[in-house]
């Protein structure tokens, strides 16, 4: 007997991210875990311990996983977890890109501590009195923030040193891919079109966008026009309305677009809306 069970969860959307905090009482689990694209688990107490799989986890100990996972868990004590869960499977970025199993990173003390100094930041910038829609602009600057701190932790220093240059040629242009489609956000962006557009090839404009956000150049633009429309709903001036800001971002299907929203924010496009025109 483990004793009574509680669990509680604090949670915020950056863009292509979820981010929750885990607070657990004892407790054994057994079944499939889900990795949607790809999940980290980061453990936020110095006094984490677990035991995964037969694995002893530890709190230095960082979790790594894509796809889907047998889970067999024990906590013998209370323990608390960030988990990061990416729409995409974060695919050659340098991380662990092997499916099916759990990676643990042992982190040094400086490495650890900046990674949990930054969810912790985003989740109490989340739960501020800011607006929503300031949460808004702000959110990608997070989301670079905690990417940084991610790579500091699971790419090898060798693959940085080597790949700094490439990365950096990547960052550019992925900086002028967004630009143009941050001002043609109703046209449909096409891969050749785009890759036209900024002058490269199809193949080199989807591996800098991999490479800087982890992501397919569908979903890259995908959420940032999800961004977008949220930022414009949550501005919920009269004339406003769900369809008239999907269409302006460049959505046209309103039922699948409905279904992704929610997925991303953990509301429906017309709550967004009606909350800030009741604000």
Not at 202 to 208: F, K, N, Y
Request: include cysteine; glycine fraction near 6%.
């Amino acid at each position: 007997m483990l004793g009574p069970y509680f669990y509680g969860r604090a949670i915020t959307a950056l863009p292509g991210v979820l981010l929750m905090l885990e607070h657990t009482s004892p407790r054994a689990l057994s079944g499939m875990m889900k990795a949607m694209g790809c999940t980290v688990v980061v453990p936020m107490s110095n006094h984490t311990h677990a035991v995964f799989n037969g694995r002893t986890w530890s709190s230095s100990d960082v979790g790594l996983l894509r796809s889907e996972i047998l889970l067999d868990l024990h906590e013998p004590a209370p323990n608390t977890f960030a988990v990061i869960r990416f729409s995409s499977d974060m695919q050659n970025r340098g991380w662990e890109e092997a499916e099916g199993k759990l990676h643990l990173h042992n982190a040094s003390s400086e490495q650890l501590s900046r990674l949990q100094r930054v969810i912790r930041g985003a989740l109490a910038l989340s739960c501020t009195s800011m607006h929503h829609r300031q949460f808004a602009f702000v959110a990608q600057s997070l989301r670079d923030e905690l990417m940084d701190a991610l790579d500091n932790l699971l790419v090898l220093k060798s693959d940085r040193r080597s790949g700094q240059r490439a990365f950096e040629r990547h960052r550019k242009l992925v900086s002028k891919l967004d630009e143009f489609a941050h001002s043609h956000p109703e046209i449909p962006l096409y891969s050749e079109a785009l890759a036209k557009e900024l002058g490269t090839s199809v193949r080199t404009l989807q591996l800098a966008v991999q490479a800087v956000h982890g992501a397919s150049l569908h979903q890259h633009l995908r959420n940032k026009r999800l961004w977008s429309l949220r930022a414009q709903l949550a501005r919920g001036t009269p004339a406003t309305s769900v369809s008239s800001a999907a269409f302006a971002n460049g959505f046209s299907h309103m039922g699948e677009l409905s279904q992704l929203y929610k997925v991303t924010f953990g509301e429906l496009p017309s709550e967004t809306l009606l909350r800030s025109k009741g604000s």
